[in-house]
């Protein structure tokens, strides 16, 4: 996190731009300027090197069936995307948007120890710019991402202790407003000896922001305290406590005798923790309750009085004071519930006054919710028993997610990945059975191997998008992490590996191509335009079939839409022995399909036919930074509020 310097170049700039504004906009531009400011996180965006995912190409699709996992149909809606997860998450935002209810992701943590890639190298821990060149690459991938999510969606991140208060910032500035918390998570058993300071980091954090509509799932309750051994009308029920944490000072409105009409004993609240309800004779006139009163609830049988009890009569208030000095008066535990201090001790004299405390029926039917709501604490594994709240997630450390990886592969071929308990815990709180799971920072692919457990255990049918970079550099140009590590695992987790059985499953993998708006249809393929139609109309990733000239993308109710790579002599005919009642074609030709559809006597089935280019430039178009359509933006709005009030 570091504050902008005023170099010369931006003065420079900024001047040039002033000098061509009107009055009006130097006005408006001042306002904006002066009105803005607010506390938050600034980042140096302009003395770092651009990303260079940043540009002006188009991204397109295309399967590599020799390093997927396809089913018999040959196709998945699982995927793993291979290439920058920038030019991934333009793609979803074409093919994706809105439909994405999880998104999951351990981001690289900055530690400046080779732990990941930025313009095809590494990021030294010595940068001058680190910490900004981290913001941005984070800021620009979390603003696509965040439009993918359904409107309950979520988003999960996994972060350091270190770089947690700068991601926090961050988000807020992603998702205003929709922050829901932050999850804690222990890595390690035992303590770092390396500490100089003495204090060993051993957690992480899980943000955790969503949209509106989210909600984790929680725990279910268990209701072995309920019974109804009087045969309530109302059901099964158990004791709860009549009080609530306040003195008698912070709510004297709630310090009253309560009275048991049948048998007239009085019981005095403790002056330490109030009634819970307030009582009718303590309103004032004309006043009403927005909620039942104690009396009310008296009348109903909801409050249960004790039924043998000491009771005690004081006919001066002389024998209350010895009584309250002997400590021979009602208690709540060990602490008196009457005391010289307390007002009005006049009331309890010559009145008959119960010992026992009496208690709330609390019906099962009254619960506002069936489950308990998710700790925020997630309890390892070897601490698994020790917490007496039972509404917490478990996980192993980081040990487990090393073992993995050593098991499915027979060596530690990559390093930090987590547990696939953590995940499969995260995704079973916040996934339903149909959802999709997306993690565009996918490593060895935990997140994969936890929505493929996770539909074994419970018979969902979760699917995962993971998207990853080869991360290769000049000094490792044929590195692939997403190929050799992350498919991989993906694969020997469906099929089995050693002795553990497969999981079942498939996946496509596939490719990025980025091409020049200019060279679009002198390099694009039918296999793009395919790709980005399945992905698209159906949200399902189809190797287009082989000696075929039709490539069906979706056939429903009689309607087929298609992608004909070329148009050929015996084209019309094939298209009319399929039986649709309506046909929208892409093809190379589309306005010569057109004419030879009319000309051969099948107008009275509806065809229209796209250009494969119409296809193509669904891909995410060329466009500015996030911080330059954010200010475009922001001008335009301004310019035309100005016009609307001229």
């Known amino acids: ?73 040959e196709c998945s809606t699982n995927l793993i995307i291979e290439g920058d997860n920038f030019d991934a998450l333009r793609l979803l935002k074409a093919t994706h948007a809105g439909k994405i209810r999880v998104i999951y992701i351990d981001p690289p943590y900055n530690t400046g120890n080779r732990d990941w890639v930025y313009n095809d190298d590494y990021v030294k821990k010595d940068d001058r710019w680190k910490h900004s060149t981290w913001l941005e690459f984070m800021y ?68 955790v922001y969503g949209n509106p509509g989210f909600a984790f799932a929680g725990f279910e309750k268990t209701y072995d305290m309920y019974s109804n051994p009087d045969n309530d009308p109302r059901g099964d029920w158990r004791v709860s406590d009549l009080t609530l944490g306040f003195s008698y000072k912070e709510r004297p409105n709630l310090y009253y005798p309560l009275v048991d009409e049948k048998t007239g004993i009085h019981y005095p609240p403790n002056p330490d923790r109030i009634w819970v309800y307030a009582s009718e004779a303590r309103l004032k006139p004309g006043a009403t309750l927005q909620a039942k009163s104690m009396e009310e609830f008296a009348r109903l049988g909801q409050i249960i009085f004790p039924a043998d009890q000491r009771v005690e009569t004081w006919d001066t208030i002389d024998d209350l004071l010895a009584a309250i000095d002997s400590g021979d008066v009602p208690k709540s535990g060990k602490t008196p519930i009457l005391r010289r201090d307390l007002p009005n001790l006049e009331q309890w004299v010559g009145k008959p006054i119960g010992f026992g405390r009496p208690q709330f029926k609390r019906y099962k039917a009254d619960l506002r919710n069936q489950t308990q709501p998710l700790s925020s604490w997630i309890v390892p594994n070897f601490e698994e028993g020790t917490y007496e709240i039972d509404n917490n997630l478990t996980s192993a450390t980081n040990q487990e997610g090393a073992r993995q990886v050593s098991a499915i592969f027979g060596d530690r071929v990559f390093n930090y990945a987590k547990p696939a308990s953590l995940i499969t815990g995260l995704l079973k709180q916040a996934t339903h059975a ?32 993971l998207c990853s970079s ?84 979706d056939i429903h109710e009689g309607a087929a839409t298609l992608v004909c ?73 301004q310019d035309a509020e100005h016009e609307e009030k001229a």
């Not at 902008?4 to 300027?33: C, F, G, I, N, S």
């Not at 100089?196 to 943000?207: A, M």
């Not at 590195?479 to 991989?488: E, G, I, M, P």
């Open 140 to 207: 620009q991938r979390l603003c696509l991402a965040r439009d993918l999510l359904t409107t309950d969606g979520v988003m999960l991140i996994s972060i350091n202790d270190e770089n947690r208060s700068r991601l926090e910032l961050l988000m807020d500035e992603v998702m205003p407003g929709r922050r829901l918390g932050s999850m804690v998570w222990r890595t390690r058993q035992g303590s770092n000896a390396d500490q100089g300071c003495f204090l060993s980091v051993d957690h992480e954090h899980i943000l």
């Open 470 to 553: 080869t991360e290769a550099t000049a000094k490792e140009p044929e590195k692939n992490l997403c190929r050799d590590v992350c498919a991989q695992r993906v694969q020997r987790v469906i099929t089995g590996y050693g002795k553990t059985p497969g999981l079942g499953g498939d996946f496509a993998y596939m490719r990025l191509d980025l091409i020049e708006e200019a060279d679009l249809m002198f390099d694009a393929q039918a296999e793009h335009a395919y790709a980005l139609l399945c992905l698209r109309e159906t949200g399902v990733a189809r190797a287009a079939p082989e000696k075929s000239i039709i490539w069906p993308v």
């Open 434 to 465: 149909n959802d999709i799971v997306l993690d565009f920072f996918s490593g060895s692919g935990t997140t994969a191997h936890a929505v493929l457990a996770l539909n074994a255990e419970d018979g969902g049918n979760r699917n995962f998008i």
């Open 565 to 637: 790579p070329q148009l050929t002599d015996d084209l019309v005919s094939q298209l009319a022995a399929l039986g649709a009642s309506r046909l929208v074609v892409y093809i190379d030709r589309p306005d010569s399909l057109v004419d030879q559809w009319e000309q051969t006597g099948h107008g009275h089935i509806p065809l229209q036919a796209f250009s494969l280019e119409t296809a193509l430039r669904w891909a995410q178009p060329a466009r500015a930074t996030v911080h330059e359509s954010a200010q475009s933006n922001s001008l335009i709005n």
């Open 1 to 73: 996190m570091t504050q902008r310097p005023a170099t010369k170049e931006a003065a420079a700039k900024l001047l040039a731009r002033l000098d061509t504004m009107t009055t009006q906009e130097l006005k408006r531009y001042l306002v904006q300027e002066l009105t803005r400011k607010k506390l938050g996180l600034v980042w140096e965006t302009d003395q770092i090197e651009r990303d260079r995912a940043l540009n002006g190409n188009l991204v397109l699709p295309k399967i590599d069936k020799s390093a997927s996992e396809l089913n018999e149909q």
